[in-house]
């Protein structure tokens, strides 16, 4: 594995993985692997899946036998779903203790069933040739599938007898690094092919639709200059998710054009312009979005996927095709194909009311009362270009969709959106920092409370961390269920938490705030070091601030575009 691109194996404790613990302390002393215990197979998962997602390559899980690697199923889980390379090596007993009652002894054969992209048991080892190449050959394997073209997890089960510690010096040559080789195929072909819908359309930019960050090393190629000169040729409106990795522009990046669209969660709770805006067709990069407005809104379009991994994300049943190439050479042939008639009016629209909704919430932000919102535009304000924020999921990420405008700030939006989960947060957080990434951390109460093992890496975080703490799950506040009886006791579950205590056994500083002035002061005070900044919210006053925004912007009347087509329209053309 390590001799095709494996750099990082994440162990936890155990006496029947001691086999391969010793060949990775090898590979470690060689300079070839970095090893990182973490005690809880829960939190380790978590912490691998920060380390792939900000690196996009694969690294190794390591546990012992028994119910030790079910703790890894959130994370593997979440790896399937967002794509990302897990090596999940399991110890094992050996074949003749099963189903007789031994210890530590259970039955981990597919324990992971269909979220892995591939599953082997390898048997007890054998010192034959044969049987020590296939274990060589194996290893390449396993490595390249897990980041091949549909990259995710894999898991290997290796059963081992005792002695698990070596009586003899057994130590082999290390494997000369292999590294794969990735190829591109032509896509302009079949896109000329294509039945292309006719009429406006618009790119939606989801979750993953961009991965890369400031320090992966993926070897596809980069989605934002082919992206943008595609809808600067074609006149295309593009929507981009907070966690597209598009929302913001890219370190290096030419300044973006106006066609970056952010505040559609707030300007599509308008009848009018929802009516007006709604397009003939989408491509559609990456996942589903975070907004449930937008989704909703986009049902029954006509829809083209692109989706390299051939992974299909179509939850509304639209999609007329899937194009299986990377996102950037469908871009690319769209643009030179001639399929897509530019419309440059329709673009012009859209800009128009992107304007004026970020007009609105400027002027009302001054007079709302203490929320999220002042938390996320301080946060926002704080962080350097070239950084990265973690948001949980739950309220936390849809504040941020609603409330993180595309201006150009070169910030990397990253979250768990695989399966949306709000466990192994800060393990995952802290796993993106070892990756040699400068994190900031945004989460919600529960969020850290699902994952106070993670407390334990806590010292491995190198920026702030905002927790905003409403006591409990009020994300249920906008759903039907707040209507239920027993609501708060069986659905918002509030926890008695002292965030300070939790803070100190993390051995990090602790702020608490109740104001945006509050807030500043203690942004200035953490710097860029770490700490964990309490952010106090009154869940009933936030409710309040949501709903009179979005019957703000249910009500306003929208301008026409025309005032600002010659400024947008000129905009257009000097984009890259």
């Not at 090596?89 to 031994?102: E, I, V, Y």
């Amino acid at each position: 594995m390590v001799a095709t691109g494996l750099e990082q194996l994440v162990l936890s404790p155990g006496a029947r993985s001691t086999p391969l613990l010793i060949a990775a302390q090898r590979l470690e002393a060689a300079g070839r692997l970095r090893l990182t215990p973490i005690l809880d197979e829960r939190s380790a998962a978590f912490f691998a899946l920060g380390l792939a997602r900000a690196t996009l390559r694969p690294v190794a899980l390591l546990a012992t036998s028994g119910s030790a690697l079910a703790h890894w199923y959130p994370a593997v889980i979440e790896a399937s779903e967002a794509g990302l390379p897990l090596l999940l090596l399991s110890a094992d007993r050996p074949p003749r203790l099963h189903g007789w009652g031994a210890n530590q002894t259970i039955d981990q054969t597919r324990l992971f069933g269909a979220f892995v992209r591939a599953f082997h048991d390898l048997g007890l080892p054998q010192a034959a040739p044969a049987a020590l190449k296939a274990q060589y050959a194996l290893g390449r394997r396993v490595a390249l599938v897990s980041s091949s073209k549909r990259p995710g997890p894999v898991h290997l089960n290796l059963p081992f007898d005792e002695p698990l510690v070596p009586e003899a010096d057994c130590a082999e040559p290390l494997a000369e690094r292999v590294m794969p080789q990735a190829g591109l195929g032509t896509v302009g072909l079949e896109v000329k092919r294509l039945d292309w819908p006719a009429g406006r359309g618009l790119i939606l930019c989801g979750p993953g639709a961009e991965p890369r960050t400031p320090v992966s090393r993926a070897t596809q190629p980069s989605l934002s200059q082919a992206l943008w000169r595609c809808a600067e040729a074609l006149a295309l409106p593009v929507l981009v998710d907070p966690l597209s990795g598009l929302r913001g522009g890219a370190l290096g990046e030419t300044p973006i054009g106006p066609y970056r669209i952010s505040a559609y969660d707030a300007f599509l709770r308008n009848p009018a312009v929802a009516r007006a805006l709604r397009p003939d067709w989408v491509l559609r990069l990456g996942r589903a979005p975070v907004s449930k407005v937008l989704g909703q809104w986009l049902e029954g379009v006509p829809s083209i996927l692109v989706s390299e991994t051939g992974a299909w994300s179509d939850p509304s049943h639209d999609a007329l095709r899937q194009l299986e190439y990377p996102a950037a050479a469908v871009c690319d042939a769209l643009r030179v194909e001639g399929l897509v008639k530019p419309r440059p009016d329709w673009l012009v629209h859209w800009c128009a009311i992107e304007q004026h909704a970020w007009r609105l919430a400027d002027l009302q932000r001054p007079t709302w009362p203490w929320s999220e919102v002042q938390a996320i535009q301080a946060l926002k304000a704080a962080i350097p270009d070239g950084e990265a924020l973690f948001c949980a999921n739950s309220m936390p990420i849809r504040q941020l969709d609603t409330w993180w405008r595309a201006d150009g700030r070169r910030v990397t939006l990253l979250g768990n959106r695989g399966a949306s989960g709000i466990d192994g947060y800060l393990s995952t957080l802290a796993g993106l920092t070892q990756a040699g990434l400068p994190c900031w951390g945004l989460a919600g109460d529960l969020s850290l409370c699902h994952d106070l093992s993670g407390l334990l890496l806590a010292a491995r975080l190198d920026r702030p961390l905002l927790v905003l703490n409403n006591g409990g799950g009020h994300i249920f506040d906008y759903l039907p269920q707040r209507e239920l009886p027993d609501y708060e006791r069986l659905w918002q579950t509030p926890q008695a938490l002292d965030l300070q205590a939790l803070a100190a056994l993390g051995g990090v500083r602790h702020w608490r705030v109740e104001d945006g002035d509050q807030l500043e002061c203690a942004l200035g005070e953490v710097g860029l070091g770490p700490g964990l900044i309490e952010c106090v919210i009154d869940p009933q006053i936030s409710r309040r601030v949501h709903l009179a925004f979005w019957e703000e912007m249910r009500r306003a009347d929208f301008p026409d575009a025309a005032p600002v087509h010659q400024q947008v329209h000129e905009g257009v053309h000097r984009a890259p």
